[in-house]
C-alpha cells in the first residue's frame, strides 16, 4: 500500500501514524497493522508500506486505513479508507510444514472429491448423502528416506471413530502410494481404496464434526517417530466450501505509482496556524494533534 504526503510540508521522522488492514472473508474478521515507516515523509513524497498475510480461500474484503483511531486528528481527516474485494483459491499442492530427523511420517490435509476420480481433489461442497471419495496428504518430514515398500496404512475416522465392521464412518488406504518409498521431504497423496463398509467411498452424515486421520497406523513402517501421526480436519455437513465474489465484483489492484492514501492537504507559509485540512486557526493550538505553521509540521501533544 502506498501511502502519500501531498503537502509543501516534510512529514517528521519522530511521528509514526499506524495503517491498518481489516481482513473480513464473511465469516471472520480480523485486524493486522503494516510497519511503521520511520524515516517521515518528504513533501509530495511517498512511502509504500508492505505486509504479508495467509488469506482463507474464498472471497475476501480488505479495508486499509490510515491512523484508524483518529490519533493524529486533522493530519488524516481528509484520508479515504481503500477497500479491494478479491477471491483467494484454495491452496492444494504441498503444504508448509516443520522438517524433523530420521523417519517421521505426517498428515498435512485432508482433500477429497464426489466424482469418483483419484487423481483430482479439492475441498468442494459436500451435501449429506453424496459419496465422497477421500485422499490424505501426507509428508515424511524426517531426515532419512523411508525406502522399503512395506506398508504405509493411512486410516480416515469419522469423530474418530473406532474399527466397527460394517461402519460407513472408518475407511483406509493400503494400497497404492502405501506400498512405495516417501523421500525426506516429499509428499503424496493417499486416496482412500476401501473401508469397514466394503466399498472406497464416504457416504456423507450429517453427524460429522471431524475426520481422524492416522498415517502409519498399525506402525508396519519403521520410523522415528511416531507420536505425530495423527490430524484432526474439521469437516461438518453439509459442508458447503468456500464462497466466491462473482468477476464483477472483484477489484483490481492499485498501481502503486499512483497515490491511494492522502497524508495532509496543502497549507500555505505566511506564518499563521493551519489544520493539514486547510482550516485557518485563530491562535496557537490547543487541541492534541499535528498542524501546519510556516510550512512547518508541529506536534501537539498537551
Not at 524515516?39 to 480461500?57: E, H, W, Y
Not at 528416506?145 to 472408518?170: E, M
Not at 523421500?183 to 497423496?189: D, N, R, S, V, W
Request: aromatic residues 8%.
Amino acid at each position: 500500500m502506498r501511502v502519500d504526503n501531498v503537502s509543501d510540508s516534510d512529514f517528521p521522522s519522530d511521528v509514526n501514524i499506524p495503517v491498518s488492514l481489516t481482513l473480513d472473508n464473511g465469516s471472520e474478521v480480523s485486524t493486522k497493522f503494516f510497519p511503521a515507516f520511520r524515516d517521515g515523509l518528504p513533501r509530495r513524497g511517498s512511502a509504500v508500506l508492505r505486509l504479508t498475510s495467509t488469506l482463507p480461500a474464498g472471497g475476501v474484503t480488505l479495508s486499509a486505513a490510515l491512523d484508524p483511531n483518529s490519533r493524529y486528528g486533522e493530519v488524516t481527516s481528509g484520508s479515504a479508507d481503500v477497500t479491494k474485494r478479491l477471491n483467494v483459491m484454495p491452496d492444494l499442492g504441498d503444504k508448509s510444514y516443520t522438517p524433523t530427523s530420521g523417519i517421521d511420517f505426517q498428515v498435512l490435509d485432508l482433500v477429497w472429491n464426489t466424482t469418483g476420480s483419484k487423481t483430482e481433489f479439492g475441498k468442494g461442497t459436500i451435501n449429506e448423502g453424496d459419496h465422497v471419495y477421500f485422499a490424505a496428504r501426507v509428508v515424511n518430514a524426517g531426515s532419512e528416506n523411508s525406502a522399503t515398500a512395506v506398508k504405509l496404512g493411512v486410516a480416515f475416522r469419522q469423530n474418530g471413530v473406532a474399527f466397527s465392521q460394517g461402519s460407513n464412518g472408518f475407511l483406509w488406504c493400503d494400497d497404492g502410494p502405501s506400498r512405495e518409498p516417501l523421500a525426506a521431504g516429499e509428499q503424496k497423496l493417499f486416496p482412500v481404496n476401501s473401508g469397514a463398509a466394503g466399498r472406497d467411498y464416504w457416504v456423507a452424515d450429517r453427524n460429522c464434526a471431524n475426520f481422524l486421520i492416522h498415517v502409519n497406523d498399525d506402525g508396519s513402517r519403521d520410523e522415528t517417530d511416531k507420536s505425530n501421526n495423527t490430524r484432526t480436519c474439521p469437516l461438518a455437513i453439509p459442508y458447503a466450501g468456500p464462497s466466491y465474489f462473482s468477476d464483477s465484483e472483484v477489484d483490481n489492484p492499485d498501481d502503486l505509482t499512483t497515490a491511494i492514501i492522502s497524508a495532509a492537504a496543502d497549507a500555505p507559509a505566511d506564518g499563521r496556524w493551519y489544520t493539514l485540512t486547510g482550516v485557518i486557526l485563530p491562535g496557537i493550538p490547543t487541541a492534541p494533534g499535528i498542524y501546519v505553521c510556516g510550512r512547518r509540521v508541529v506536534v501537539v501533544t498537551r
